[in-house]
C-alpha cells in the first residue's frame, strides 16, 4: 500500500533549460512524494518517460564539481586495489568523470544522453548509447560478463527497479562485484533536503528499501559506505547470496540500525518531514522578501535540478533571485525551468556587484565556500535552506 505525505506543486522537468522564458515556465507534472508501506521504499508519484528527460539535450555534467571528480578517483583506486577485476561496467556514465580513471581497455559505459556519451567515446572510452535493459545486458556481455558494475546518481532515475536489477543479474560475473550509490533517505529527511524529489530522481532509496528490493533478485548488501557528495549518500556494495567471497559487514548492520532508530518504518516520520518542508518555505519567502526590502541585491548559485524544485515550490521569481550563475555551457543564458530567472555564466563573486547569494548548488557547499573567499570576506554573504533557511 502507497501513502503520500508530500506535495510540491506543479513542476517543469528539471532540466529542461531553455532560451526562450515562455517555453521554460511550462510546468508539466504534479510533484507528490509517496511511500511503500510494504517496502518501505519512497518514490515521486507522477514519472516523465524516459525519453523526455535522458535524451541528446541532457545538460548535466558530473565534471563541473571537482568534488566528484575526486570522488570517482578515490573510488575507481579503491576498487582496483580491493577487487583486482578485469572488466568494469557503468550504468550511467555520464561524461565519463569515472570511468577515465580506468585502462580503456578494462572498463565500457551505458549512458542514454547520447551528447555525453559521444563527448566520452572522443576520449577513447566504449560507451553503448541506450537505456540499461537486459537486451543491452545481453548484447554487451556476448564476450564475457562483468567482474564489477557500478552506477552513480542513475538507478533512482529507471522507473522499472525490475527490469535493472535483472539486467544486472544477467551482465554480473557469478562472485561480480555491484557497487551503487545514490542520495540517502535519512540524509535527505534529516536535512529536511525536500530539492532531492524531481523528475529525475523517481526514488530515493534507505539500506532497507534497497535490501528488500534486491533479495528479489538474489542479492544483498554486504557493505555500506557514508558519502558527503550529492547532499548526503550511500554508496552500496552488493552481491549475489551464493557468494561466498565476503560477508555482511558491520557498517551494513550499523546503518539498517541507525535507519531503524531514526524511524524510516514509522509513517509518522515522513508526516513530521512535510510539516518541516512548509516551514522551510514560509521561511525562505521571508528571508527573500526581507532582502528585497533592504533593496539587496541577491543571486542564485549553482542552477541545480534541486533549485528547479525549490523556486517552483516557493514560487520564487526574478524579484526576489535576479540570476543564477553555472559553469555547465548548456544551462548558460538560459532560463531556470519553471521560473523567468536567468541563468549567466559562472565568474568569480565581486561584493561590488552582488550582496547575497542563494546557494542553489548546497551539495557542494565546501567546494563553492572555498572558490568564493575573497566575496565572502569583503562582506558577501550566502544563505541556504538547508537544513533550514538562514545565512550561512
Ligand atoms: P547537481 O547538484 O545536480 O550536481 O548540480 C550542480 C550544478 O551546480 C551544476 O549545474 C554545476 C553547478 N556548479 C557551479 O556552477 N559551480 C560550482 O562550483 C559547482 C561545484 C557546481
Not at 155 to 161: A, P, R, Y
Not at 266 to 271: F, G, L, W
Request: glycine letters at 4%; hydrophobic letters at 35%; aromatic letters at 14%.
Amino acid at each position: 500500500m502507497y501513502k503520500k505525505f508530500l506535495d510540491l506543486g506543479d513542476q517543469p522537468l528539471a532540466n529542461s533549460f531553455f532560451f526562450n522564458c515562455n517555453f521554460s515556465k511550462k510546468k508539466i507534472y504534479k510533484l507528490k512524494v509517496k511511500i511503500n508501506l510494504k517496502n518501505f521504499l519512497v518514490s515521486i508519484q507522477n514519472t516523465i518517460p524516459k525519453q523526455k528527460m535522458f535524451n541528446a539535450k541532457y545538460p548535466y555534467r558530473s565534471s563541473t564539481s571537482f568534488t566528484m571528480k575526486e570522488s570517482f578517483r578515490k573510488l575507481a583506486i579503491k576498487i582496483l586495489k580491493n577487487f583486482n577485476p578485469k572488466l568494469i561496467l557503468e550504468i550511467g556514465s555520464n561524461d565519463g568523470m569515472f570511468i577515465k580513471n580506468f585502462n580503456k581497455n578494462m572498463v565500457i559505459g551505458v549512458e542514454p544522453c547520447k551528447n555525453l556519451a559521444i563527448e566520452t567515446r572522443k576520449n577513447g572510452f566504449k560507451i553503448f548509447s541506450n537505456y540499461w535493459d537486459l537486451n543491452l545486458a545481453k548484447k554487451i556481455t556476448k564476450l564475457k560478463k562483468f567482474d564489477i558494475i557500478y552506477s552513480a546518481n542513475t538507478i533512482t532515475h529507471i522507473k522499472n527497479l525490475g527490469s535493472v536489477f535483472r539486467a544486472i543479474s544477467y551482465a554480473l560475473e557469478k562472485n561480480g562485484i555491484l557497487i551503487i550509490e545514490d542520495p540517502s533517505l535519512m540524509d535527505c529527511l534529516k536535512l529536511n533536503a525536500y530539492d532531492q524529489f524531481y523528475c529525475e530522481h523517481i526514488y530515493i532509496f534507505s539500506a532497507i528499501s534497497l535490501s528488500s528490493i534486491l533479495k528479489e533478485y538474489n542479492f544483498e548488501i554486504f557493505r555500506i559506505e557514508k558519502l558527503k557528495v550529492h547532499g548526503g549518500s550511500n554508496r552500496y556494495y552488493i552481491k549475489r547470496k551464493s557468494n561466498k567471497d565476503f560477508k555482511i559487514e558491520k557498517s551494513y548492520k550499523d546503518h539498517i540500525a541507525a535507519e531503524l532508530k531514526y524511524g524510516l518504518k514509522n509513517y509518522t516520520i515522513y508526516q513530521e518531514f512535510k510539516k518541516r518542508v512548509e516551514i522551510s518555505k514560509n521561511k525562505l519567502i521571508k528571508l527573500l522578501n526581507g532582502f528585497k526590502k533592504k533593496k539587496l541585491r541577491v543571486i542564485g548559485y549553482g542552477a541545480t535540478a534541486k533549485s528547479v524544485t525549490v523556486l517552483n515550490y516557493c514560487k520564487i521569481n526574478k524579484n526576489l533571485i535576479s540570476y543564477f550563475l553555472d559553469t555547465t555551457p548548456d544551462k548558460i543564458n538560459k532560463y531556470l525551468p519553471g521560473c523567468d530567472i536567468l541563468v549567466k555564466r559562472y565568474k568569480k563573486l565581486k561584493k561590488k556587484n552582488v550582496d547575497i547569494v542563494f546557494l542553489g548548488a548546497w551539495n557542494f557547499k565546501d567546494e563553492i565556500l572555498r572558490k568564493e573567499k575573497s566575496f565572502i570576506s569583503k562582506g558577501g554573504k550566502f544563505i541556504t535552506h538547508i537544513p533550514y533557511p538562514r545565512i550561512l
